[in-house]
């Protein structure tokens, strides 16, 4: 039995460029020194959090969160390796937003817009929020979310009221580099001791800052945030993300 196809011939040679494109660019990042962390199929380098339930899975090629994992205890992802310096270059998106968040105002250097009174101005935004731990620290999170201040803040660093005040200049975002939700975003992540360079859409938006007490190694982790209150609803400010193209070169000696 002759079984016919009605695919059209523009589909099947757009689909073949772009395979052809993935690997040559695939093999340019070898070529170059990087390793991939992610191979499109499975979650084979990296450590599932016990008793997940499935939340965090590759779905079409990517890895895709929920926000919704069902571990007790930590319910980040985490590569099974652990690295010193390197340089990681990693594609994020925010799939949707999960509800309103009252987002305070971060100034250029660092600090938050205060009202008369002292206390933080916010405003209400749609948000969702991840992150990606440096060397398994919370306190060298790359953020992610749809603050105004932008992607690329560490957080842990930044919002601590003893940091001097040019380290949380220095780990505050030049620029708000981000696309918008739905679209995909691409981190370059330069770590060196204790210094971290990040550019954004091939904008620099962290320049050598210092994040105090990092370790020397650790894993890369993918932050879970927020997700699902005693009703079953999303908190504002969950972790609806995707990543993919994750790969890594090392800088140690």
């Known amino acids: 039995m002759k079984i016919e196809l009605n695919v059209p011939v523009s589909l099947i040679v757009f689909l073949c460029c772009a395979g052809l494109a993935q690997n040559v660019w695939a093999q340019a990042e070898i070529e170059d020194g990087y390793t991939s962390?992610?191979?499109?199929?499975?979650?084979?380098?990296?450590?599932?959090?016990?008793?997940?339930?499935?939340?965090?899975?590759?779905?079409?090629?990517?890895?895709?969160?929920?926000?919704r994992s069902e571990a007790?205890?930590?319910?980040?992802?985490?590569t099974r390796e652990e690295f010193g310096?390197?340089?990681?270059?990693?594609?994020?998106?925010?799939?949707?937003?999960?509800?309103?968040?009252?987002?305070?105002?971060?100034?250029?250097?660092?600090?938050y817009l205060k009202d008369a009174a002292g206390k933080k101005?916010?405003?209400?935004?749609?948000?969702?929020?991840?992150?990606?731990?440096?060397?398994?620290?919370?306190?060298?999170?790359?953020?992610i979310w749809c603050w105004p201040v932008g992607s690329g803040e560490v957080y842990g660093v930044r919002h601590k009221d003893t940091t001097p005040t040019e380290i949380r200049a220095a780990v505050t975002p030049r620029i708000n580099a981000d696309n918008p939700v739905g679209e995909w975003n691409r981190f370059v992540i330069i770590l060196v001791k204790d210094r971290v360079t990040v550019y954004l859409n091939n904008h620099m938006v962290l320049e050598n800052a210092k994040l105090p007490e990092i370790p020397e190694r650790g894993p890369i982790v993918l932050q879970h945030h927020g997700g699902p209150d005693s009703n079953g609803k999303l908190r504002p400010a969950s972790s609806l993300v995707q990543f993919r193209n994750v790969w890594i070169k090392s800088l140690d000696p």
């Open 37 to 67: 962390l992610f191979n499109g199929k499975d979650l084979d380098h990296w450590v599932i959090p016990e008793g997940d339930g499935g939340h965090w899975k590759v779905l079409d090629g990517v890895i895709d969160y929920d926000s």
């Open 72 to 78: 007790t205890g930590n319910k980040n992802l985490q």
């Open 85 to 111: 310096d390197f340089i990681l270059k990693i594609d994020w998106r925010i799939k949707q937003t999960s509800g309103l968040y009252d987002v305070p105002v971060v100034l250029s250097d660092g600090s």
């Open 121 to 143: 101005i916010t405003i209400k935004t749609p948000n969702a929020d991840s992150g990606i731990y440096l060397r398994g620290s919370s306190k060298a999170q790359l953020n």
